[in-house]
């Protein structure tokens, strides 16, 4: 299958309810709960995950031939999520123009858990050479 194929198939299921062939933008934020205190179609708090991020998932994962793939609300997830993937020693080199952001996340959540971290100036030949990788 041509990758433009699946760009454009890949994630998207028909809609039983409606028999829509694409996808609807569902704007909800939260999702109906089962008599057992469950959710029944897979979904509680659109931050955690919603149909539209879910075909997102799938879509980037088929186009890149993966088992699967994570899509986040946000980059501070993403950063976060990424970097707490990581083992206790673990080191990493991180840009020193870097989102504000990613500087507290890295100095006041993971540096105490043990994460070693270098901030570098990527337009420095030499200090990039001096990091250690």
């Given at each position: 299958m041509h990758i433009e194929t699946i760009a454009v198939h890949a994630g998207s299921e028909l809609d039983p309810a409606v028999g829509a062939v694409t996808p609807s933008i569902n704007l909800s934020t939260i999702y109906e709960r089962g008599a057992d205190g469950g959710y029944?179609?897979?979904?509680?708090?659109?931050?955690?995950?919603?149909?539209?991020?879910?075909?997102?998932?799938?879509?980037?994962?088929?186009?890149?031939?993966?088992?699967?793939?994570?899509?986040?609300?946000?980059?501070?997830?993403?950063?976060?999520?990424?970097?707490?993937?990581?083992?206790?020693?673990?080191?990493?080199?991180?840009?020193?123009?870097?989102?504000?952001?990613?500087?507290?996340?890295?100095?006041?959540?993971?540096?105490?858990?043990?994460?070693?971290?270098?901030?570098?100036?990527?337009?420095?030949?030499?200090?990039?050479?001096?990091?250690?990788?």
């Open positions: 029944p179609h897979g979904h509680s708090y659109a931050r955690r995950s919603n149909p539209n991020r879910a075909a997102l998932e799938r879509t980037l994962a088929a186009l890149e031939g993966g088992a699967d793939a994570a899509a986040f609300a946000s980059g501070s997830a993403a950063t976060y999520a990424v970097f707490s993937s990581l083992g206790t020693g673990a080191h990493v080199v991180v840009p020193a123009t870097a989102y504000y952001g990613t500087r507290v996340i890295v100095d006041d959540l993971f540096r105490p858990w043990g994460l070693e971290a270098t901030f570098v100036d990527m337009a420095d030949e030499a200090a990039l050479q001096r990091a250690p990788f």
